[in-house]
């Protein structure tokens, strides 16, 4: 059973039923009062300084980010553990007064003898967080387990292997050295505003992560982070060795961190928090202290043990997420408005792209095992002035700190100068360029000063081995392929003094970890001099500080970072591209060779290798040259053609075109078959199950490119954008398999001879399955799913589930926009639909789109569930309807239709299409 609370009124009933009489307890180890703390005031001196990263030497520390390389994921994680498990007295008891208005509606003591299903599921997955976690969570009683009135999690050594997707549903696996469990309140209990509390014990050691945290069930913002996530407290490495910046060498670590995660989705997120000390050195892997937080409209609060340490207002978080394919700004406060709803996770991870890369470094598997304890879970609703927006509750200390955030980007182009010279800096920043830093330490500055013969230069000042500087693409990401490969990024810089054995790096950044860098020399000191190096060679380099990561000139973020990896003070002047303008068309019909003896120009070999599990080469065979090889063992992982110059039109390839390779299997588990994938970035992928040869021998494969791409992502719900491909050809071994390959490549033959779309009289688009040329995508896969599922009397038919209000299905033509200009004068849609459920408000569009906001709908009637109806209406009025969303005036072009049929319910739907069809009659 779902149970959601919106947290907008008081719910009496739901309080006595749920609460169990207040929440009170016999444990005399455990708070008997139901009413939250309040805070105390305390003196407390902070710093600038982040969620994931070191504080003064304060009790708070605060932190904006907003750059390039915060590590993220589809989805982020954040997680940790503890030994001992008995609880002490609860920390609320000693507050110095209680609060009025909060009403407790939710609550979990953890009485009995097990983990309660009504209000906990478990992840059961070996993703690793999207994080590079070394964890698989399980179900199982040595994971996670409830005994004494306290829920334990336990994070302990040893191989596990398990699905490695999110939701632990895909065919693949992995197998990672640690298991750990989450927890999650999702489809069970979900909340907007109100106050949340915690009384949790964490682990220690080097590795690990605990995490009390929240993530929207169905946003209407979109993915991760744009539609927020919500860090209640996380925790690395606590007493491992600190890194806090001004301790003296040796001081445990001891800091735990409130975070808010926003802005666009993944690679374009960002996040800020602030981090807090217990009071006379306590540490909280010792003992057992609450933890809360205050969410109301515009305003998130942050207590430990009553204490309120950090406030974070609207002004200093933003949401910008796809409409219809266009990045708009979501409304002031979003995303933690009154239109999501959060869900609880309680977890503890073990590594990662935070706990190993800071404190002592990696993962001490002597620590292990670790756990973490939770005594209690509380949430409670504001029954004050405005219970609506959670207002009127507001526990507050004036001495807490004010978290900064981040500033809302433009959205739009960037109208960089092309060939032959790009002035980033002069004495000015290019017009729609900003100077910016990541700076979770509060460690760096950066200012444009004058510097005697060459007027203005930017100087950026470095005091420790966290952040960097960068100039950002105040707008939609710059790209930058008009550039040729030989072009050149050229500047002068001086290096005014910088730590002894720091390196000095400048990278191209497409959102970490796709980023690009190279090493500057840093033996002249307080000299100018000038450096230099060509695109092509500065991409190829790739990541320095995380293997396979790699910028992409279709998509540069950030056009200039400058990092060090210790306290540096250096100048840049006279920051530009020079070169000449890229010509000629990649991979043009008819024919294109990916390998033959070698890599073509243009491609570069890429790999998706968490476990370690799959290799690649090129070796020798006997009558064919060199060919190329790719032996994968036991785990997740997969081998990719990458473009070097980033998403690419392939389009010209959808009529006729076709895959074709050579194969030879050398060996292989009996159950492991071979994905062959086209990729416009995860999850949109279309794949193929390649039929293969006997063990041993050469056999030809032959895939139509139309074909692939219909086929979506058999993995998670996507499909590839042929207008947009990002891996030309995906390897991807379902087991353990050597195989082999040579001769790949697209090639259109006879076949391809340019047929009419859509001839008139009569065009099915669906009846059964989806005509060929035809493909069909989703626009926000989070929130709508599309299937062809078996109806009595009627064969196949096209099903749409909606959950949320954002999203639509759409039959797309993936040789790009045609005219079907010859059905306006007498030419109809018809089709018939089957309305299974619905929400009570949702109402359902049917369009044809030109591109956003160039676009045609009609409406549908949705009164009568369960019954099969005919709809039909003139392409001519169709297209005369234009849009109707009242901020995006358009109208579809009946000459240039790129999405044939577009589904677009309004809110919950679970609707059914059959006979979809043009006709005249």
Known sequence: MKITFPLVTCFSVLCLTLAGCGGSDSNNNRSSSSTPSSSSSSSVVASSEPASSSSSESSIAVSSEASSEASSSEVASSESSSSESSSSESSSESSSSSSVGWALIWED?????????????????????????????????????????????VAQREDFTGPNDPEGAGAGTATLPYTSARLRTKNLAEWTFGRFEIRAKLPAGQGTWPAIWMLP???????????????????????????????????????????????????????????????????????????????????????????????????????????????????????????????????????GSWAANTNEGGVDATAFPQTMQVDYVRVYECSGSSPSTGTGCATIDEGAELIAGNERPGIGPVNLDGPPLLTIFGDDLFEGLKLRSYDPQGIV?????????????????????????????????????????????MFDYKINSIADDSTLLVKLDSGWPSVSDVGLPTATVGSWQSFEITLADLIDNGNSLQAGGKASLANITNIFVIDSSGAMDVSFDNIRIEGTENEGEFAAPPLFTLFDDSVAEGLQIQSYNPAGAITSSELAEAGRGDVFSVVKGAGAGNISFNIVNGATDLSAWAAGGELVFDVKVNSKDAAA??????????????????????????????????????????LEAGIANLSAI????????????????????????????????????????????????????????????????????????????????????????????????????????????????????????????????????????????????????????????????????????????????????????????????????
């Open 109 to 153: 003591n953890f009485d009995g003898d097990t983990i309660d299903p009504g209000k906990w599921d478990h992840e059961v997955n070996c993703w690793g967080g999207g994080n590079n976690e070394q964890q698989c969570y399980t179900d199982r009683p040595v994971n996670s387990y409830v005994e004494d009135g306290v829920l334990t999690i």
């Open 726 to 921: 990002t891996n030309m050809f995906v390897i991807e071994p379902t087991g353990p398999m050597d195989v082999l390959f040579d001769n790949i490549r697209l090639e259109i033959g006879d076949a391809g001879g340019g047929d009419e779309f859509a001839p008139l009289p009569l065009f099915n688009i669906f009846e059964d399955a989806v005509v060929a040329g035809v493909q069909v995508g989703v626009f926000d896969g989070a929130n709508i799913t599309t299937s062809a599922i078996a109806e009595v009397d009627r064969g196949n038919v096209f099903n749409v589930v909606k959950t949320a209000a954002s999203g639509n299905a759409y039959f797309n033509v993936p040789a790009g926009p045609v005219d079907l200009s010859a059905w306006s004068a007498e030419g109809e849609i018809v089709f018939d639909y089957k309305v299974s459920s619905k929400d009570a408000g949702s109402t359902l569009l049917i369009k044809m789109d030109s591109e956003w906001p160039n676009v045609s709908d009609a409406p549908v009637p949705v009164d009568v569930e369960g019954v099969w109806s005919e709809f039909r209406i003139g392409i001519a009025d169709l297209i005369d309807n234009g849009n109707s969303v009242p901020c995006c005036p358009g109208m579809a072009n009946i000459s240039s239709i790129v999405n044939i049929f577009v589904i677009e319910p309004s809110g919950p739907m679970d609707v059914s299409f059959d006979n979809i069809r043009f006709v005249v009659e």
């Open 673 to 714: 078959n071979l994905l062959v994938k086209m990729d416009s970035g995860w999850p949109q992928t279309s794949d193929v199950t390649a039929t293969l040869g006997e063990i041993g021998e050469w056999s030809e494969v032959r895939i139509s490119v139309a074909a692939l791409i219909a086929s979506g992502n058999s």
């Open 217 to 351: 069930t169905n946003s209407p913002y979109g993915g991760w982070a744009g539609g927020g996530e919500i860090d209640i407290m996380e925790a690395v490495n606590l007493k491992a060795d600190s890194d806090e910046a001004g301790v003296p060498e040796g001081t445990p670590e001891a800091r735990v961190h409130g975070t808010l995660h926003y802005g666009r989705a993944w690679p374009g997120n960002v996040n800020s928090g602030a981090s807090y000390k217990l009071p006379d050195g306590l540490n909280p892997a010792d003992d057992f202290h609450e933890y809360a937080l205050e969410w109301e409209a515009g305003e998130i609060r942050w207590y430990v043990d009553g204490v309120h340490y950090a406030t974070h207002r609207q002004d200093g978080w933003y949401s910008q997420y796809m409409v219809d394919g266009v990045l708009t700004d979501a409304p002031i406060g979003a995303p933690f408005d009154e239109h999501s709803e959060f869900h609880l996770l309680l977890n503890l991870a073990v590594g």
């Open 445 to 489: 500055t950066y200012a444009e000063i004058e510097e005697d013969g060459r007027g203005d230069v930017i100087n950026v000042v470095k005091t420790g081995n966290t952040g960097n500087a960068y100039i950002n693409v105040d707008g939609d990401p710059a790209d930058l392929r008009n550039w040729s490969p030989d072009s050149k990024l």
